[in-house]
């Protein structure tokens, strides 16, 4: 795989890994808390909510991408103020790319949590309720436990979603190479280049194989968790 790999190729390879696992690593938390609540909770504007959770996955990329500027652009609505206040900012960094890549994921990782949480037997955490446990010592010695397949399922559907992002990435990251350009980017760049389809071809194989890898263990963990509700 050395010598099949480019330096440039390579880095970018390492870009991706870096850029996905940050954006899974930071989303997971709130996924969990907020598949939990939508799963456990009926309340007025559920629906609106859900709508606004699924926007990522309707809306073109860039779009996202574009309002993600406008918030944490350096002159943005957030940005502004991030860069004054504490000099941190987000725009042609590789920390940009893992927030683009952490918004287009997070509805694909909440909606499997919330799936693991909805299909547990509520009467557990009752019992466990009435027997002196708290609400939040019920959460983590119950419901996630009981959801933990759900919820590596959603961690790694995240995982291999943010490996692919593109258009959102591109808008507020920018494309720079060893900086942040990831697969995706690299993959655009060699292929608008002379001779590109086939110098591009290594890489589209590998994005190939690990999108492959990551569905297939995502359904081993959906599968596995059936297996285990059915015998319980």
Known sequence: MDDALTPAEWSAVWLSLKVALTATVLSLPAAIGLGYWLARRDFWGKALVETFLSLPLVLP?????YLLLVLFGRRGLLGQYLDEWFGFHLVFTWKGA???????AFPLMVRAIRVAFADQDVRL????RTLGAG???TFFRIALPLARRGVLAGA???FARSLG???ATVMIAGNLPGETQ???LLIY???NAPGGIEASARLVVLAILIALAALFAAEWLERTQGRKDAKG
């Open 165 to 167: 992002e593109f258009g």
């Open 61 to 65: 990329p860039v779009v996202t991408g």
């Open 182 to 184: 990831t697969i995706p």
């Open 125 to 128: 955490e009752q019992a466990a």
């Open 98 to 104: 893992a927030l683009a890549a952490a918004v287009m």
């Open 156 to 158: 790694v559907l995240g």
């Open 189 to 191: 760049t060699e292929a």
């Open 135 to 137: 609400r939040w010592e």
